[in-house]
């Protein structure tokens, strides 16, 4: 049980450092660049993915493009991509290391998207239109409440990935969380290893709470059928 | 070398195999051992438990509630918890990524016993199979096809993560990334990157090649107009 | 009134659906399309509200042409029940109603008022209201897809093989139901079913088409049982085509006999001790059972129809019922007005093979 003591030991001694919480390279301050970067890439991978796939399974057209992308997702290394864009692009802004987060949290999100509205009872989209209900309301008013379940699926999902990725990406100059776990490797400070480390492990799982809670709030009773009879 | 960056080839001739440990062919191996050795630790090891969910049903919710949280965990963090434990060896990235592996697995194990059809379990209790040649003649054949999918998305993002492990300097050909980023040059990054697509490929086709061969009869009742 | 002027469909792939298709549904009726599947009947239907566009030909709703009108606002105005309902998953009942009143943008107050009342037409309870599709039964989401259709009290209805999905016990009382709902409401109802029993029941004029998108008969059904344009349909019709079309003689001029009941307690009755049978009332004149003139202890069972307003399907069926070979005659509370007997029965039978 050594390393249980050495481990205790570090997360006392990183935790309880005083210096540890204050600046720019504080706990607070790296939890919200953490939390920024990760917002920011989840956000544009839900702007980009979303009405894609909405729109591809509303019409049936590019399918391919969300097989190859959901394979190439997987099969991609992220510190890879990560330092090939770092080298192409230089590291003057965040840019180069947002865009392969984006890139990477695409996929999940556009796949999970495109099944849900292409699972939709071809019943159910029959009858909205036969009730006259147009394109677009279709769409909105049908489509997207019964396939949100998978939607938010593939959001989490992406959310997982987004946020193991940042971590990765401070290797290369990104902010964050990961900075202690690279930096303190780097110059054997274990205590900062071990302390970044439970952090970043406690960021992923309350990101996967608030995702469970979104669930519960967004997805209709009907769809998600847990309803109780009133 | 006063004659500039040398090309791509040349640098995968220069380094390819120079007998160190951090030759292209070297990383290459440990890249397999430390991607393979999960994928069929995370099968084995899913399987009895994958069958202990279906025969307890409530251990399921526990056991998928308790994988789906191990999932959610970054892996570069957990290989530095590790590392207090199991040092810095290839087992600290091989522990993870089987147990990431068992995240998808053993749901798909379950979903595949749970697509036997009732009538199909029925007639086979009927006609006398005992519980366990009906689950290794019956249930478990029916299921490939559902465990092998879960196999397919396993094999290949095993693959991809493993070079995570480059930093803590165990990351197979994810050592070529980490090199590239020390001292600014491409043609590693390219060659890493190619090299762990192309492996992602191959392990995918083997696997839908193993489904074709474990599972004739979806095909040939594609094949016949029904 | 819906008017088909020579409609023919032909799918992109060559497949002539509907072929040179001419005919009227009358205001207020009910006309169902019948068929064997894949004879057109849905594609004809979807033609109406423009689910699919006509090849060839026009389609007129009280004269004005569909193509003239946006397809969504055309389809407001039609109610439409498919097969499995179509119930939108994530609403509750009452909104699922309410559905084509809120996109007519009625406020959300009166489009559930008039969906609460809709249901308790359909012959759901109210408590349904605030549940979802998945908590009812296949028979009840029926129900909530019929009064979803009629939510914005349309003119037309379009029904597409709306109980076909549910048990036997459950469609009957499904057609009943919309019988009754009809005849206080008096909608353009178009109705497809393969099930030619179901046409015949609920038509007030049925059109049988044939494979390839022909019409092959137009009549009410009376006449389409007794008069088969051609061997299809009376193929179509299949056997017991004689038997069925009785469904559609009135038993009004039955003659009926009264002297062949005796009161319950009123003591042996001697008069009536030449007669075979009798059959025993109580002594506010409803049925008890038939004594036998061979065995007077016990009473053998007996079968009723309501004379005048039963069919003379239900007479024989009556008949049929009991050893004694007579039909019980009853009025609408219940009490036997007459018997008729194998004799009356014959004589009426002959009528109808005539006519
Ligand atoms: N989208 C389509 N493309 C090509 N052919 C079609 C299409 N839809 C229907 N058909 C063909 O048109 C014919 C009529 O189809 P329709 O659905 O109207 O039949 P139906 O009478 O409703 O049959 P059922 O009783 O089985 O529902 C069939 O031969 C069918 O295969
Ligand atoms: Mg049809």
Redesign the interface.
């Known amino acids: 049980m050594n390393w249980l003591t050495s481990f205790f030991a570090w997360l006392v001694e990183f935790f309880g450092n005083g210096d540890n919480w204050a600046g720019s390279g504080g706990i607070p301050a790296r939890l919200l660049e953490h939390l920024e970067f990760s917002a920011l890439a989840l956000l544009l991978a839900v702007l980009i993915a979303v009405p894609l796939g909405l729109v591809i399974g509303h019409t049936g057209r590019g399918e391919v493009l969300v097989v190859i992308s959901a394979n190439l997702a997987r099969a991609l290394p992220t510190l890879g991509l990560l330092v090939m864009f770092v080298l192409l692009l230089g590291t003057a802004s965040i840019w180069p290391v947002i865009i392969p987060l984006v890139l990477l949290s695409v996929p999940p999100i556009l796949v999970n998207t495109y099944e849900g509205v292409k699972g939709v009872d071809p019943e159910l989209r029959d009858a909205a239109y036969g009730m006259g209900l147009r394109g677009g309301q279709v769409l909105g008013r049908v489509l997207v409440p019964v396939a949100l379940p998978l939607i938010l699926l593939g959001c989490r999902l992406s959310a997982i990935q987004v946020v193991a990725t940042t971590t990765v990406a401070s290797y290369t100059g990104l902010g964050g969380l990961g900075r202690y776990v690279i930096d303190g490797f780097a110059t054997k400070d274990y205590a900062s290893v071990v302390g970044g480390s439970v952090l970043i492990v406690l960021f992923a799982l309350v990101v996967q709470v608030l995702f469970a809670l979104a669930q519960r709030v967004a997805v209709s009773p009907g769809v998600s059928q847990r309803s109780k009879v009133r | 070398m006063g004659d500039g960056p040398p090309s791509i080839w040349e640098w995968i001739g220069r380094n390819w195999d120079t007998g160190r440990v951090d030759s292209i062919s070297n990383l290459l191996t440990d890249h397999l051992t430390m991607s393979l050795v999960p994928i069929v630790l995370a099968l084995v090891l899913a399987l009895p438990l994958g069958l202990a969910c279906v025969r307890w049903r409530w251990l399921y919710q526990p056991t998928s509630g308790f994988m789906?949280?191990v999932?959610?965990?970054?892996?570069?963090?957990?290989f530095?918890?590790l590392?207090?434990?199991t040092g810095l060896s290839q087992t600290t990235v091989i522990i993870p990524l089987t147990f990431y592996g068992m995240a998808v697995l053993i749901p798909a194990v379950v979903d595949g016993l749970n697509s036997v059809p009732d009538h199909v379990r029925q007639s086979a209790v009927a006609m006398g199979f005992t519980p366990l040649r009906r689950l290794l003649q019956v249930e478990l054949p029916i299921a490939v096809p559902v465990v092998l999918a879960g196999m397919r998305?396993v094999a290949?993002?095993s693959?991809?993560?493993v070079?995570?492990g480059?930093?803590?300097g165990q990351?197979g050909?994810?050592g070529?990334?980490?090199r590239?980023?020390q001292n600014?040059?491409?043609p590693p990054?390219?060659v890493?990157?190619v090299l762990?697509?192309a492996l992602?490929?191959v392990a995918?086709g083997l696997l839908v090649l193993a489904q074709r061969l474990l599972t004739p009869w979806v095909r040939a009742r594609k094949g016949t107009a029904s | 009134m819906i008017t088909f002027d020579s409609v023919t469909k032909r799918y992109p792939d060559g497949t002539v659906a509907v072929d040179h298709l001419s005919l009227e549904a009358p205001t207020g009726e009910i006309t169902v399309f019948v068929g064997p599947s894949g004879c057109g009947k849905t594609t004809s239907l979807r033609m109406i509200n423009r689910m699919i566009d006509a090849s060839e030909g026009r389609i007129l709703l009280d004269g004005e042409p569909v193509q003239n009108i946006d397809p969504p606002t055309l389809r407001r105005g039609i109610g439409y029940v498919i097969q499995q309902a179509g119930l939108f998953p994530h609403r509750k009942i009452v909104d699922n109603v309410a559905t084509v009143p809120y996109l007519l943008g009625w406020d959300r107050k009166k489009a559930r008022a008039r969906a609460m009342e809709l249901l308790e037409r359909v012959g759901l309870d109210p408590a349904f209201a605030g549940r979802y599709p998945f908590q009812l039964s296949g028979g009840q989401q029926q129900r909530v897809g019929v009064a979803r259709a009629l939510a914005a009290d349309p003119p037309v209805l379009l029904m597409d093989e709306p109980f076909s999905a549910v048990d036997p016990i459950v469609r009957t009382s499904l057609q009943d139901e919309l019988l009754r709902l009809q005849s206080e409401l008096n909608k353009t109802i178009v109705f497809v079913t393969h099930d030619i029993d179901e046409a015949i029941k609920l038509g007030d004029r049925v059109a049988v088409l044939r494979v390839g998108g022909k019409l092959a008969q137009l009549a009410d059904p009376k006449t389409l049982l007794s008069e088969p344009a051609d061997d299809f349909v009376r193929e179509f019709l299949g056997h017991d085509r004689g038997i069925r079309r009785l469904q559609f003689v009135s038993t009004e001029g039955l003659r009926l006999r009264t002297d062949l009941t005796v009161t319950e307690d009123a003591g042996d009755s001697g008069d009536g001790a030449a007669e075979p049978w009798l059959l025993v009332v109580t002594g506010d004149g409803r049925p008890v059972g038939w004594r036998s003139g061979a065995r007077p202890a016990g009473l053998e069972p007996y079968g009723t129809y309501v004379h005048g307003r039963d069919s003379m399907r239900a007479a024989l069926d009556a008949a049929l019922l009991s050893p004694s070979g007579c039909a019980v005659a009853v009025d609408g509370d219940g009490k036997v007005v007459g018997v008729a007997t194998r004799e009356a029965l014959d004589a009426a039978l002959a009528e109808a093979a005539d006519g």
């Open positions: 789906n949280v999932y959610a965990l970054p892996s570069l963090p957990v530095m918890l590392i207090s434990v998305v290949v993002s693959i991809s993560l070079s995570v480059a930093l803590i990351g050909l994810g070529l990334f980490t590239a980023y600014p040059f491409m990054v390219i890493g990157i762990i697509v992602a490929l995918d």
